[in-house]
């Protein structure tokens, strides 16, 4: 008989452990994520500007260092809609308020044409702070990952808990993933009245600064037409709930 080296024996073995020791990990119990900093500055009794108050002095994430200012959310305090975009851009981050850039100039276009009374939102974001990379003398705007999402999402929640809108509306990919899940794919379920813990519906569409972004003249028609569309969905559920 032919012997069976030992490196092969050995090589087996290890193949087995590691597949034996994959199992144990993946049968283990998942450690439930550590609760973000966050939750210890916001008030006992929460009103919106406590809470406004209290997250300038967040450190949840590290994103405070390059950030000139928190930014929180502003709006009617029972505002029927609440829009959650990503995170503030350069303008907003100067002037700390959400919505006052290009970005914002399109939103409030689209609530004009729409019939959606300004007065009656609330505009904030899934992260309070500006998050870039310099590039020149430019700030460019670099996407915040998972941890600063959910290190900022106490603020969020609060905001929604405090203003308690009809609809939430999600601008973006990263405000729809954020509050919809990771899977939550806004270029196929936009435009969709969703049930949420929330409010009573969510729904999800482009952030308006991808609109700018568009390559030409015709795209960003194209792309602005379909923001008015998936807006004008919202429009009518809040015309039928006033109607009920």
Known sequence: MRAVPHSLFFAQGLTATRGTLRGIVRDMPRRPPEPSPA???????PTLPS???????????????????????????????LFVGEQPGDKEDVEGRPFVGPAGAVLDKALVETGIDRKQTYVT????????????????????????????????????????PEVVVC??????????????????????????????????????????????????????????????VVARALHGRKAA
């Open 39 to 45: 939750l210890r500055l916001i008030p006992a009794h």
């Open 51 to 81: 809470a406004r108050d209290a997250a300038k002095d967040c450190r949840a994430c590290d994103l405070w260092k390059r950030g000139t200012q928190t930014v929180f959310g502003e709006g009617a305090p029972h505002a029927r809609v």
């Open 125 to 164: 974001n899934a992260v309070k702070h500006f998050k870039w990379e310099p590039r020149g003398k430019r700030r460019i705007h670099k996407k915040p990952n998972l941890l600063e999402i959910a290190a900022c999402r106490p603020w969020l929640d609060v905001e929604m808990e405090l203003v308690k």
């Open 171 to 232: 601008l973006g990919a990263t405000a729809a993933q954020a509050l919809l899940g990771r899977n939550f794919r806004v270029t196929r379920q936009r435009g969709q009245l969703l049930p949420f813990g929330a409010a009573p519906c969510v729904l999800a569409t482009v952030h308006p600064s991808s609109i700018l972004r568009a390559p030409d003249d015709e795209s960003r028609q194209r792309e602005y037409e379909l923001f008015v569309d998936d807006l004008r």
